[in-house]
């Protein structure tokens, strides 16, 4: 990533940002802004040059993201790209954001307490589909109830149990599945009536996020959405806060998984739909700055790198849903591979290797560099402090930080003890964690995101190399050196001195971005196989073996990097791959381009089934209704259906909405009769989002379809 020349925050200007009094009925101004893991970034477009793709950004800017308080984070960008832009706050007609807050809190295990309620599942389906992991250890209700697949009721709902088991809950939201609740969600509605009543707590019922089957699966959806509820709520309250106090009166967008744009009370309402909300801007913004059709993009931030195709000018969606942190999940999104690879990756050493066998990620830590550019002298102090010992600390290098108070609920005595220790500025590991009982509390309280921890990372590598500057490059020197004299397996040190290891970060770096790149093209091309890239005859060619045999690899389309260190990093992967690279102008805002430059898409399905020889069964969210023929049943299913995705797109925040719809039906022949088996009606609705009062609406580039 490349940094601020100077403060926190940096901004660009381009022709066509001076200040325009805002005409009656005139243009409006696009306000994109993307919450990364490092940076907040801001882009201006201009909405009246969406038509020439990337000359109708006028102006865009960067600062920290400052995951304490992101709404000071995303004021300082705003700040910058209108200061930049000269344009006044009230030229903006729409404000739009991307986050990669909710799919980094899935990477690095991080969301709030949120309880799971199952009604009528065996014990066993806890263990399908990863469940049993991701519940960990937070509370499970298992209660009676639920339905079968036509909809029809197994077992009463078991309320009283119910009422009992959320007596004391300390959990800051709810998630409830039934089994079959998508064929009848009357079991999920009356648990969430009860739940509300008695705890007033946020709640996610399964049936709202997918009318896919799968209960294991769509219990997982609903409770990561239900970790996220907390965690996206303040994000948007930020941005709602920032824009009220500029004088900023227009819509706020969020970017969901694949790409479309939905209103922010939608965002706070479906959380998980936000996860790789920041990867999917980031394809938008691809298109829209490059005009390519197709591509492998990958774009590198400071905690991950998420790398899709595009085909066709639109993004490839995953059918099995989005896949994050080792989790599936039933959201629809892009087909995207996300990886625990950044600038802040953290830097280990297999010490069990000779010389500097780096293994980067997934964690995400502050770098050292950044760390002594934030709180002075005492960070480069400890550092000399640790190189000075004779012999090399286990934790050497490493600072922890507290996030938000000193006090949290649901912690043990060793938690509690060790956050009330720590503070906003920086402790030394080394004093922190003198017990192990200390170092064990470490993990809940990272887990939680109550604590963040500094070390080592690509990041400090570059300003060690000389690739970036910004930052206080002592520090990251200090921290190469500490990380240099660790000892391998042979008991030398792992590398000659930090500019050397520093290297060996940077080389690490290219070549991981390499195979992950390959990995997702060999996975586009349904080779089924994972981890293809690491097999002896890839890694020779990427390394440009040259024998007897020289095994070449190479891409048939160019690959795009995206991300402020795209330019520093993804030549040199390209060439590895043997592509056309291409980093568009902006590359470093791709994300917040992107942001508002897709269309809202809303999409929502009904389903018929037969339980009977004369009844078909419609299955709504709002519930079932029968019917005696298939063809009352069918135009039943379209009006309802029409209706309920019309008013999803308008709470989604589409002006105009265009809507598409078909047909799925599946037949038996049972003792030669066609049968309908399940029918399902899909419906699409589509527009650009609303635009403030008093502006005219944007047109789009010739092609572009917003994704």
């Known amino acids: 990533m490349s940094e601020p020349t100077t403060g926190t925050a940096a901004a660009t200007g381009f ?16 306000l994109g802004v993307d919450t990364g893991g490092t940076y907040t970034d801001a882009a201006l477009l201009d909405a009246a040059r969406l038509p020439e793709g990337a000359a109708a950004v006028i102006a865009k800017a960067k600062a920290l993201t400052t995951r304490d308080d992101l709404g000071r984070g995303i004021a300082a960008a705003v700040d910058a790209v209108l200061a930049a832009g000269h344009v006044p706050p009230g030229r903006i007609g729409l404000v739009s954001l991307s986050t990669t807050l909710a799919t980094n809190a899935l990477v690095e295990g991080q969301g709030g307490r949120a309880a799971l309620i199952m009604i009528g599942f065996d014990p066993a389906d806890l263990g399908r589909q990863g469940l049993a992991e991701a519940i960990g250890q937070d509370p499970l209700i298992a209660v009676a109830g639920g339905h079968d697949p036509h909809g029809t009721e197994r077992a009463p709902l078991d309320r009283e149990g119910l009422a009992a088991a959320l007596d004391g809950l300390a959990v800051e939201a709810v998630a409830i599945c039934g089994h079959f609740g998508v064929r009848n969600p009357a079991h999920e509605l009356a648990a969430r009536d009860i739940v509300r009543a008695l705890t007033g707590l946020p709640v996610t019922c399964s049936h709202e996020l997918s009318a896919q089957v799968g209960g294991p699966r769509r219990a997982l959806t609903a409770l990561l959405n239900a970790r996220l509820v907390g ?23 969020v970017v969901r998984g694949d790409g479309a744009l939905v209103s922010a009370e939608f965002a706070r309402l479906r959380p998980i739909e936000t996860i790789l909300s920041g990867p999917a801007a980031s394809l938008v913004g691809a298109s829209f700055l490059t005009g390519l059709g197709d591509a492998i993009v990958s774009d590198i931030g400071g905690t991950t790198t998420d790398i899709a195709v595009l085909h066709g000018g639109r993004p490839r969606l995953d059918p099995a849903g989005a896949e994050v942190g080792g989790l599936r999940t039933m959201v629809e999104a892009v087909a995207m591979t996300t990886h625990g690879l950044g600038g802040d990756s953290e830097v280990a050493l297999d ?7 780096v293994l980067l990620g997934p964690r995400r830590l502050v770098p050292l560099a950044l760390l002594g550019a934030e709180h002075g002298a005492a960070v480069p102090a400890a550092l000399e402090r640790q190189l000075s010992r004779a012999v090399p600390g286990e934790l050497d290098g490493r600072f922890l930080l507290r996030v938000g108070p000193a006090e949290a609920p649901g912690l043990g005595p060793a938690e509690a003890a060790l956050l009330a220790s720590l503070d906003a500025a920086p402790v030394a590991a080394d004093e922190a964690l003198r017990t192990r009982p200390r170092r064990i509390a470490l993990k809940r309280l990272v887990e939680r ?8 990372t690509p990041s400090d590598a570059a300003h060690v190399v000389g690739l970036h500057a910004g930052w206080d490059a002592r520090s990251a020197e200090l921290g190469a050196a500490l990380m240099a004299r660790r000892r391998g397996v042979d008991g030398r ?9 520093a290297r060996a970060v940077i080389e690490a770096l290219i070549a991981r971005s390499a195979e992950h790149v390959l990995d997702a093209a060999f996975a586009a091309d349904g080779f089924g196989e994972p981890g293809l890239a690491r097999a002896t005859l890839a890694q020779a060619a990427l390394r440009r073996h040259a024998g007897l045999v020289c095994p070449r690899l190479s ?12 330019p520093v990093y993804y030549p040199r992967v390209a060439e590895m791959l043997d592509a056309p690279p291409v980093i568009p102008g902006h590359a470093d805002v791709a994300n917040a381009v992107g942001a508002v430059a897709g269309q809202v898409r809303i999409t929502r399905q009904a389903t018929l089934t037969q339980p009977a020889e004369d009844r078909f069964r419609l299955h709504l969210a709002a519930g079932t ?21 019309r008013a ?9 909405v265009a809507l598409t719809r078909r047909w799925e039906v599946r037949e038996a022949e049972i003792e030669g009769r066609r049968v309908i088996v399940e029918a399902e009606l899909i419906a699409t609705a589509t527009g650009r989002p609303r635009i403030a009062a008093g502006f005219a609406p944007p047109g789009l580039p010739p092609g572009f379809a917003g994704l």
């Open 351 to 357: 010490e069990r290797q000779t010389g500097a066998a």
């Open 493 to 501: 040190p792992v590398a000659a001195d930090g500019l050397v290891l």
């Open 231 to 253: 965690m996206i709520a303040g994000l948007v309250a930020s941005a709602e806060a920032m824009m009220a106090a500029r004088g900023i009166a227009a819509p706020l967008m």
């Open 648 to 656: 999803a797109a308008t709470l989604a925040g589409a002006a105009e």
């Open 449 to 456: 995101g109550l604590v963040r921890v500094a070390g080592f």
């Open 555 to 566: 891409l048939s389309v160019p690959l795009v990097g995206l991300g402020a260190s795209a």
């Open 625 to 645: 209704r029968d019917f005696a023929g298939f063809e009352d049943a069918r135009r039943a299913a379209e009006t309802a259906l029409e209706a309920e995705v």
């Open 15 to 30: 022709a066509g940002g001076a200040d325009v009094p805002r005409p009656a009925g005139g243009d409006a101004l696009l």
